[in-house]
């Protein structure tokens, strides 16, 4: 019982709980409306392996990220510190292939291997890049942030593509297919920029670390000040997006739709640029991190509203 409570942290348990939140909102909220009455039966069981192997792939990865990083996290988090002084880290790295292989065996399971085999390829594929995202990836340049973002998004790819395939995605057939697929590639869209955001904003705070056990992170290879305007950038494009979005949504009057995007996405947005620009020690970068991450959130509950006025 004791190691409950380390392994937890080490899996990070709030941010699966995060992949979980988005996968349910978007098969109920989105998916469920969308196709009201004509669900297949089986499809329960198959969303619930899906988010199952999501959260294995996830924790997994959030180990493995541990597992590399001691060195550069006894610099900038010492006190959070759990291998080494609670786990050990061959423990950790048999969690790590245990609930690789689990995560990759739920796909399987869930997809049909042979009719869906690129799903489980592809989960695969997130397991691998987990494991060099950790081991190199997250020390170089862009590259890491970019791996993470893609990452976010493929937990909202995954269960559309569960549903269809790449063929009948792109069917004219089925305005049920084009309008999911839209809704898709649009909360995809955002977690994939406001993950890049977030991870741009976090290599920031982890400077000291990383700077020390020679990473080349964006502000250790461009600085501060060039990383800032790297994130006001895509600040600028998310909100000019959100507010283009949301003239579009106008149209079909959804109002309450239009008041919480305003209001619960964009003005947390600008007052994450505003602090971005005064923004000077750790504890300032690590609150906006916190920030993000809570934009992130309201963005994706945002789903809710869709079902009711889907």
């Not at 950790?134 to 020390?139: D, E, L, P, Q, T």
């Not at 009057?253 to 620009?277: E, G, Q, S």
């Amino acid at each position: 019982m004791a190691l409950i409570k380390p392994f937890l942290k080490l899996i990070r348990w709030p941010n699966l709980v995060f992949i979980i939140l988005t996968q349910v909102v978007f098969e109920f909220c989105i998916y469920r409306p969308v196709y009201a009455g004509t669900i297949p039966e089986h499809n329960t069981f198959q969303f619930v392996l899906l988010v199952a192997a999501s959260v294995f792939i996830a924790a997994a990865g959030y180990i493995i990220n541990d597992y590399f990083d001691i060195n550069i996290d006894l610099v900038n988090k010492p006190d959070k510190m759990i291998l080494d002084r609670k786990l050990s880290r061959r423990w950790a790295l048999a969690w790590h292939l245990a609930l690789s292989a689990a995560g990759i065996i739920c796909t399987a399971v869930a997809v049909n291997v042979f009719a869906r085999w690129y799903l489980v390829i592809a989960n695969l594929v997130c397991v691998i890049l987990l494991w060099f995202y950790s081991a190199r990836f997250k020390k170089d340049l862009l590259i890491g942030n970019i791996i993470v973002s893609l990452l976010t998004a493929w937990t909202i790819i995954i269960i559309f593509l569960s549903k269809y395939s790449f063929q009948h995605a792109f069917s004219h057939n089925d305005p049920g297919q084009i309008r999911l697929f839209r809704f898709a590639i649009l909360y995809a869209g955002f977690a994939f920029i406001i993950s890049l955001i977030r991870e741009a904003v976090k290599d920031i705070e982890d400077m000291p670390g990383d700077q020390k056990f020679g990473c080349k992170t964006m502000p250790i290879v461009w600085g501060i000040n060039a990383t800032k305007v790297y994130v006001t950038v895509w600040l600028t494009i998310l909100i000019i997006m959100l507010l283009v979005i949301q003239f579009y949504v106008l149209q079909f009057r959804w109002w309450w739709a239009v008041v919480y995007c305003f209001a619960a996405i964009v003005l947390p947005l600008l007052y994450i640029f505003k602090k971005l620009l005064s923004a000077q020690s750790t504890s300032d970068y690590h609150q906006l991190s916190r920030y993000t991450k809570m934009a992130m959130l309201t963005g994706i509950l945002s789903m809710l509203l869709f079902y009711i006025y889907l």
